[in-house]
């Protein structure tokens, strides 16, 4: 199976957690891409969605699912994301797709999060992924120094030959060289330096259920 057909696998296998008459919270990214043309075929079955993007909005939205703000929801029963990396506890890297920090906003206002990957996401120690990190563009080269001393070469992340700006007007740093073994005190550690936006390692809010992806089928994973 092409890596593809995995995706389009755990994008399907995600509609068994969504509730009858639910807002569902949505990530970003192609994994996410399936799930939501996959959504999209029980829509009238679903309230609608809280979206963790401009790029997943716009496919909700051109795909007929009503998308809330974030600000008009308590809280959500599921958040469906992909990730970068996970590993054996649900532990991820994530913002791939820039989109980590409304990703993290809309995973800590679920009750439950389901994370769909295929199998070459799932790593023994975080790292290997370049880790991005949303900065407020004038902390960026403090924050990239901030890295260098824990072994991490950061860089910024460029667009059309410029610097990327997130859909919160932030730019991203990406990190290679670090093996992330302590992810919770890792996070602790990051998000306490001046002008991060968001780290985007996600052990505070960590999968609760992964769906991965492989050859023999849809293993489902329990944190
Ligand atoms: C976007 C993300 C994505 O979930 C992550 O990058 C995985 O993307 P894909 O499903 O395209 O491999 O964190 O910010």
Not at 77 to 99: L, N
Not at 157 to 182: A, F, P, W, Y
């Amino acid at each position: 199976m092409t890596q593809d057909e995995l995706k389009t696998l755990v994008g399907l296998a995600a509609l068994q957690y969504v509730e009858a008459n639910s807002i569902v919270g949505v990530g970003t990214g192609s994994t996410v891409n399936k799930f939501i043309d996959a959504l999209a075929t029980i829509k009238d079955r679903i309230a609608g969605a809280v979206s963790s993007s401009v790029a997943s909005t716009e496919r909700l939205q051109a795909l007929g699912i009503k998308v809330f703000d974030a600000t008009q929801v308590e809280e959500l029963a599921v958040y469906i994301d992909g990730a970068d990396e996970i590993d054996h506890a649900g532990y991820m890297i994530k913002g791939g797709g820039a989109a980590l920090t409304r990703e993290k906003i809309v995973a800590a206002q679920s009750r439950k999060f389901i994370c769909i990957a295929d199998e070459s996401k799932y790593v023994a120690t975080l790292g290997n992924f370049p880790l991005p990190v949303e900065v407020i563009p004038m902390a960026a080269l403090h924050i990239a120094r901030q890295f260098a001393v824990l072994g991490g070469m950061a860089t910024l992340r460029l667009k059309d030959g410029t610097s990327l700006v997130t859909d919160n007007g932030q730019h991203i740093l990406d990190v290679i060289g670090l093996k992330i073994t302590d992810p919770l005190a890792f996070e602790s550690q990051v998000n306490q330096w001046p002008g991060v936006v968001t780290v985007g390692v996600f052990a505070f809010q960590k999968a609760d259920v992964c769906l991965l992806g492989t050859a023999d089928g849809v293993k489902t994973l329990v944190f």
